[in-house]
Every structure is written in C-alpha cells, then in structure tokens.
C-alpha cells in the first residue's frame, strides 16, 4: 500500500518567518495531493491541493510544490501568523477516491 | 447547509458494549469515509463508500462494520468495544472522482473505552 512520510512533526517559527513541511510517498501512480489544516478540538478542512499533472500552485501566502519525480511535494506558509498555529495534515489519493493516506501531522507554531 | 453532521459528540462505552457512530451529510456527495484520528498517527480510513450501496475496507477495518444507509447517511458500529478502540472518530464525504478530491469532515465523535 501507499506509504506517507512527513517532516518535520513539530515546528516552531517566528511570526513573519516562513514555514516548510515535507511530505513523501511511495506509489508513483498517486494523482491528488491536498493539505488539511486542524486547529485544536476542530476539523481538519482543506487549505491547499495540487494534481498530478501541476508543479505547483499558489494561494495568497500558501503554496505546494510537488516533485512527481522525486515523490515528494511540499506546503510552503510564508509571513506566518499567529492564526496559522495548527495541526498540518499530507494526504495522498491513489487511484481516485478509494486509496486515501494521509501523513502523521506536523504541529507548526507560530510565536508572536 | 449543514454540510457533514456527526451523533454523538461524545461517547464513553465499557469494554464488550456496542455502539452506533452517525453520519450525515447534505452535500448530495457520492463518497463517504470513516476515519479514526489517534496521537501522533494521523487520520486513519477505517471504511469507505463510493456510492449507496456500497462499501469497502480501508487501512484498519477490524472490529467495525458499516452501512451506507442511502446516499446521505453512512454509520459506523462497534460490535464489541476494546480499549484500543478509544480515539476521535471523523466522517467525511467528497464528490466522486477517479482523480480525488477535497474531503469535507464532520465535528467529530470522541470514543472513549473503559
């Protein structure tokens, strides 16, 4: 099956720094990569998602890449806020709708 | 729109008791899916639908079942509570794909067994 990795699972920046977080898998047949945000006690909802057949997409101070190559893609937060502090969730469709993993969550903290 | 709705919001069983986890969503999506979220692992699929009257196992299926009961409920049961079974259970639904798409989740069910 699909196997997700992501880095790092804490990060703690300076209000106005960017933010990073990484994530790889396995099966070069995966074709939807989206990013969830879940704030404390909340839902995680989508923020951010790229296709396959995309290098990269941005929206305001959010961004993904994505390597199909090199089987990673990344979410890029810049000039972060205090309001960005949450849980970050990778996830990865393979074969459409019915092979969804997601990755473990990188807690990102941002410190005013 | 309610968008995804999920009963109860909290839950406290004793092992060997059994329980039925509700969902319902009012977006007309195809796709429906039961997840359990645990420290540190991430979103887990338990079960998924892709349409009414069907259903398929995901990555931990083990001690629960389904039913998608028509195109906007699908339920999750616990036959038989263990303490390994304690989590927070989320349901989401999506439009149908064969190249994915956004999930829209529910509140949430925080399961706790004793």
């Known amino acids: 099956g699909e196997n997700v990795e992501q880095h790092p699972s804490t990060l703690s920046v300076q209000e106005g720094d960017s933010a990073v977080i990484k994530c790889t898998y396995s099966?070069?047949?995966?074709?939807?990569f989206p990013w969830y945000k879940q704030e404390l006690g909340k839902r995680p909802q989508l923020i951010i998602d790229?296709?396959?057949?995309?290098g990269e997409k941005k929206d305001q101070r959010i961004a993904v890449t994505l390597n199909k190559t090199a089987k990673h893609f990344s979410l890029h937060i810049t000039e972060t806020q205090p309001e960005d502090s949450a849980v970050y969730f990778c996830?990865?469709?393979?074969?459409?709708?019915?092979?969804?993993?997601f990755g473990t969550g990188t807690k990102l903290q941002v410190i005013p | 729109n309610a968008g995804v709705t999920q009963t109860p919001k909290f839950q406290v069983l004793k092992t060997g008791q059994s329980m039925t986890l509700q969902c319902a969503q009012d977006?007309?999506?195809?796709?429906m899916y039961w997840y359990r979220q645990d420290p540190g692992m991430g979103l887990r699929l338990i079960y998924y639908?892709?349409?009414?009257?069907?259903?398929d196992k995901g990555e931990v299926p083990n001690g629960y079942n389904v039913s998608r009961l028509n195109k906007r409920e699908f339920s999750l049961r616990l036959e038989s509570a263990a303490p390994s079974q304690t989590s927070v259970y989320f349901c989401?639904?999506?439009?149908?794909?064969?190249?994915?798409?956004?999930?829209?989740f529910g509140p949430g069910t925080r399961l706790t067994v004793l």
């Open positions: 099966d070069s047949a995966s074709n939807y």
């Open positions: 996830a990865v469709h393979s074969g459409g709708y019915q092979k969804v993993t």
């Open positions: 989401a639904s999506s439009m149908t794909s064969q190249h994915g798409n956004e999930q829209f």
């Open positions: 639908s892709a349409s009414e009257g069907t259903t």
């Open positions: 790229i296709r396959s057949n995309v």
């Open positions: 977006m007309n999506h195809n796709s």
